[in-house]
T-cell receptor, first 116, second 112 residues
């Protein structure tokens, strides 16, 4: 158990809908990262938050957005869903967020999103 | 453009033998490399890492080798055990708590 929790575990929805994925980082971790894993693909970085502020942005579509709340949990919002958005979405957390430190990222179990 | 490449999608090894998983990268700014292991229905689990100032790091049965000039790293598992059967991801990043860049993974099957 990494200490990172993600809900829900599975989500099935239809095209055009909107969903929210939730992540609670390990106790004390300030950074939260979101990754997407599509079929036969590696994990693609979407976005990083550090202590409530956006720190880095990757290949995140404009239909997707995220935020990190004062209690440090994070939500990833996916809207106008398309079939191609079906994937595993992982959240990871790490202790720091500053330059020069190498804190390991710990991953949650993921949310499997299926868009029909 | 794939910055981290794992060219072998799968590998089968007999129990007790050595497993060697390979990874190549293109971005010379990467200075920290990690291996993650992933079982089905679970998130990736950190296995071992290496900084670019080293060329080898060992942890029990797991050793990672880094060849900076070739932009290549490898993970050696000796001896391989059936419980090692999983997907192994190579990842890299620049300094600090920057996002990880992952390869597509290699599925290791250790046969008893």
């Amino acid at each position: 158990d990494s200490g990172v929790t993600q809900t829900p575990k599975h989500l099935i929805t239809a095209t055009g809908q909107r969903v929210t994925l939730r992540c609670s980082p390990r106790s004390g971790d300030l950074s939260v990262y979101w990754y997407q894993q599509s079929l036969d693909q590696g994990l693609q970085f979407l976005i990083q938050y550090y202590n409530g502020e956006e720190r880095a942005k990757g290949n995140i579509l404009e239909r997707f957005s995220a935020q990190q709340f004062p209690d440090l949990h994070s939500e990833l919002n996916l809207s106008s869903l398309e079939l191609g958005d079906s994937a595993l979405y992982f959240c990871a957390s790490s202790a720091g967020g500053g330059e020069g430190s190498y804190n390991e990222q710990f991953f949650g179990p993921g949310t499997r999103l299926t868009v029909l | 453009d794939q910055q981290v490449k794992q060219n072998s999608p799968s590998l089968s090894v007999q129990e007790g033998r050595i497993s060697i998983l390979n990874c190549d990268y293109t971005n010379s700014m990467f200075d920290y490399f990690l291996w993650y292991k992933k079982y089905p229905a679970e998130g990736p689990t950190f296995l071992i890492s290496i900084s670019s100032i080293k060329d080898k790091n060992e942890d029990g049965r797991f050793t990672v080798f880094l060849n900076k000039s070739a932009k290549h790293l490898s993970l050696h598992i000796v001896p391989s055990q059936p419980g090692d059967s999983a997907v192994y991801f190579c990842a890299a990043r620049n300094s600090g708590n920057t996002p990880l860049v992952f390869g597509k993974g290699t599925r290791l099957s250790v046969i008893a």
